[in-house]
């Protein structure tokens, strides 16, 4: 293990910290010179920063209100498979 380059496995760990900021200056950079060097990781970042991107993205969706007549289904729906 090469003490100035990140893993596989600690650049994975990592990711989510990684992406928020939250990692101490020395793992940051262990992180940053690992992805450098590795596509499968970096594509592993390209991919978890357009989920991020997408599941935020949900919150910026207007709130739809159902008909009543739907929300009286779903209810009567969920009643019925009750045991």
Request: hydrophobic share 35%; with cysteine.
């Amino acid at each position: 293990m090469k003490p100035w380059v990140a893993s596989h496995r600690e650049t994975r760990d990592h990711l989510s910290e990684y992406v928020e900021g939250e990692l101490d200056d020395r793992t940051r950079t262990r992180i940053m010179r690992h992805l450098a060097r590795c596509d499968r990781c970096r594509a592993m970042l390209e991919s978890f920063l357009r989920t991020l991107e997408q599941l935020r993205s949900l919150g910026d969706m207007e709130q739809v209100t159902p008909a009543p007549a739907t929300a009286n289904a779903v209810l009567r729906r969920i009643q019925q498979d009750e045991p």
